[in-house]
């Protein structure tokens, strides 16, 4: 069974940094690319970064500089480093295996002073 799940969202006032984790299950982990996506509040999904198999990234414009993404073959996790984190971060990141499409539920992040 294909499983997603990310951890490590929560609060956090700007300039503040989080780390997001997905942690993937029922898929052969090291043959797939992930992406992250966030959704602000009363926004549509939003792209953040890519990850591919050999470990080369991209960011998106909003984001390049302060995030950083870093996959773990070993330990089948992808992790998202946020940092000096602004008040348009916020939003629910979701982690996406492009291999079967296969989502997780999403992880609540909230930057605010």
């Known amino acids: 069974q294909v499983q997603l799940v990310e951890s490590g969202g929560g609060w956090v006032q700007p300039g503040g940094s989080l780390r997001l984790s997905c942690a993937a299950s029922g898929f052969p982990f090291s043959s797939s690319a992930f992406r992250w996506y966030r959704q602000p509040p009363g926004k549509e999904r939003e792209w953040v970064a890519t990850i591919f198999t050999g470990g080369a990234t991209n960011y998106a414009d909003a984001v390049k500089g302060r995030f950083t993404l870093a996959r773990d073959n070993g330990y089948t996790m992808v992790t998202l480093q946020m940092d000096n984190l602004k008040i348009e971060d916020t939003g629910i990141y979701y982690c996406?295996?492009?291999?079967?499409?296969?989502w997780g539920q999403g992880t609540q992040v909230a930057v605010s002073s």
């Open positions: 996406n295996a492009m291999l079967g499409n296969a």
